[in-house]
């Protein structure tokens, strides 16, 4: 069955950087786009960042365009985000996502970033 | 980038009643749009794809409508473990966008 299973999340100061992984397992991650997904506490969804499943294209929202960067490794089967310069504002649960356009989703069970001074 | 106004942004109703719940696009995203519910504690699950279409699974009192920029999910009758929060999420250009939510509470 279909898995995504997030880590790297944790307590870390302004200013500071933090890499988040998605270990994909239970279907062919090279055919597939990926998406990062995160939720501030008590907030709505925002949408993140996409990847190609060629990693050739990506896409960001506004707000992580220039401090964040997605990334994947077909070979591990993996996701990755790296997250610079981060602000009390990120402080969310990050969810990697398998979002297609048609037919099931799959979501992960979600890593929490906190940015704390 | 394109906005998702969703509404309303709370909602309480009774078990058995019938619930509508609208996106509006700030341009046309043909049927490019997903319709998911969150529980307390865990990770969205989508319930409608391509505006309209049922996920395997869900049960056929949700159904999805529109096309262009104006979309509705509607609850047919509320069953107890439908109270959730609902969001729309568009996808046909990117950045994608959700909508701001809509909690569903019991009345």
């Known amino acids: 069955q279909v898995q995504l299973v997030e880590s790297g999340g944790g307590v870390v100061q302004p200013g500071s950087s933090l890499r988040l992984s998605c270990a994909a397992s239970?279907?062919?991650?090279?055919?597939?786009?990926m998406h990062w997904v995160r939720q501030a506490p008590g907030k709505g969804l925002e949408w993140v960042t996409i990847?190609?499943?060629?990693?050739?294209?990506?896409y960001y929202a506004d707000s992580v365009k220039g401090r964040f960067t997605i990334s994947r490794d077909n070979s591990k089967n993996t996701l990755y985000l790296q997250m610079n310069s981060l602000r009390p504002e990120d402080t969310a649960v990050y969810y990697c996502?398998?979002?297609?356009?048609?037919?099931?989703?799959?979501w992960g069970q979600g890593t929490l970033v906190t940015v704390s001074s | 980038d394109i906005q998702m106004t969703q509404s309303p942004s709370s909602l309480s109703a009774s078990v058995g009643d019938r619930v509508t719940i609208t996106c509006r696009a700030s341009?046309?995203?043909?049927?490019?749009l997903g319709w998911y519910q969150q529980k307390p504690g865990k990770a969205p699950k989508r319930l409608i794809y391509?505006?309209?279409s049922l996920r395997s699974g869900v049960p056929s009192r949700f159904s999805g409508s529109g096309s262009g920029t104006e979309f509705t999910l509607t609850i047919s009758s509320l069953q107890p473990e439908d109270f959730a929060t609902y969001y729309c999420?568009?996808?046909?250009?990117?950045?994608?966008?959700f909508g701001q939510g809509t909690k569903l509470e019991i009345k």
């Open positions: 996502a398998r979002i297609t356009s048609l037919g099931d989703d799959y």
């Open positions: 239970g279907f062919t991650f090279s055919n597939y786009d």
């Open positions: 990847i190609a499943h060629d990693g050739n294209n990506k």
């Open positions: 341009q046309g995203i043909r049927n490019d």
């Open positions: 391509a505006a309209s």
């Open positions: 999420l568009q996808h046909n250009i990117y950045p994608a966008t």
